[in-house]
């Protein structure tokens, strides 16, 4: 990459990406469905890997939705596999590169060695503050807003006062910033119950490339046309800053 991004005006803060054609990936190769997200993760770990060298700080990477438990039972353990392999094996060099790991989502269904593995790095990661890398793992946004709908109500918070910034706090991305930038791989056009109340003004991109294919030059070719993009807010257009 030849720009330095970090000065460019109107750079997201946060992306998100929901990672997505594996399977149509490896079925192309007649391979098995395994085969496209083993690729994938390889493409996870060029993207977080160069993500940083183009000046993103916050990635979001949709890998387990609470709808891919109705997936065949060897796909799912397959997906669990390979989630504990690249966080064990890059859990040293995410944290010798300062990036602070969360994995968001629900715990529940989740077997203890996994548990924690998911404390250990987010543990060891906690102090990091250049790149915040956040797997969302049997994840859901309607199951995440009723977790923190349960946790303020524990609190004893008034929901008849609350602010959306108040409420925001007990969600898995408290502490993270806006969500700017969603991208979709794939050709899908659609959410599939992602980032569902961080999403709410956040700009989305969607391409055919399938997420194994998925290069640094598509992450900035999405970034390119965020910033191109007109953000209003609801408000009228702002003029140009000089
Ligand atoms: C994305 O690839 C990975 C997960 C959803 C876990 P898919 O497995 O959905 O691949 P396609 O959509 O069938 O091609
Ligand atoms: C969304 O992809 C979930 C993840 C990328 C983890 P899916 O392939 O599961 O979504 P649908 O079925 O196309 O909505
Ligand atoms: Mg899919």
């Known amino acids: 990459m030849s720009f330095q991004t970090t000065y460019l005006r109107d750079f997201p803060e946060h992306i998100a990406i929901i990672m997505d054609g594996n399977g149509r990936w490896a079925k192309a190769r007649h391979r ?6 083993q690729k994938g993760v390889e493409t996870v770990r060029h993207v977080v890997e160069q993500a940083a060298e183009i000046g993103v700080r916050c990635l979001t990477l949709y890998s387990f939705s609470t709808e891919n438990w109705s997936r065949p039972k060897a796909e799912i353990a397959a997906l669990f596999n390979l989630l504990k392999k690249y966080v064990e094996s890059d859990l040293e060099s995410l944290h010798a590169r300062d990036v602070r790991v969360r994995i968001l989502g629900s715990r ?7 548990l924690e593995l998911i404390e250990r790095v987010e543990t060891t990661t906690q102090g990091n503050t250049k790149f915040s890398l956040n797997i969302a793992f049997n994840y859901g946004g309607r199951d995440e807003i009723l977790r923190a ?3 303020a109500a524990k609190a004893g918070e008034d929901f008849a006062t609350m ?6 706090r007990y969600l898995d991305t408290a502490d993270l ?3 700017d930038l969603v991208v979709r791989t794939s050709g899908e056009c659609r959410i599939s119950n992602f980032l569902l109340w961080q999403a709410a003004y956040a700009e989305f991109y969607f391409t055919d490339v399938l997420w194994p294919d998925f290069t640094i030059d598509d992450l900035s070719a999405a970034i390119e046309e965020f910033r191109a993009r007109d953000r209003r807010f609801g408000n009228l257009s702002t003029p140009e800053v000089a």
């Open 32 to 37: 098995p469905r395994v085969f496209g997200h």
């Open 108 to 114: 529940v269904g989740l077997k203890p060695d996994l």
């Open 149 to 151: 709908a349960a946790k």
């Open 163 to 168: 602010s959306d910034a108040d409420f925001g």
């Open 177 to 179: 910033p806006e969500v």
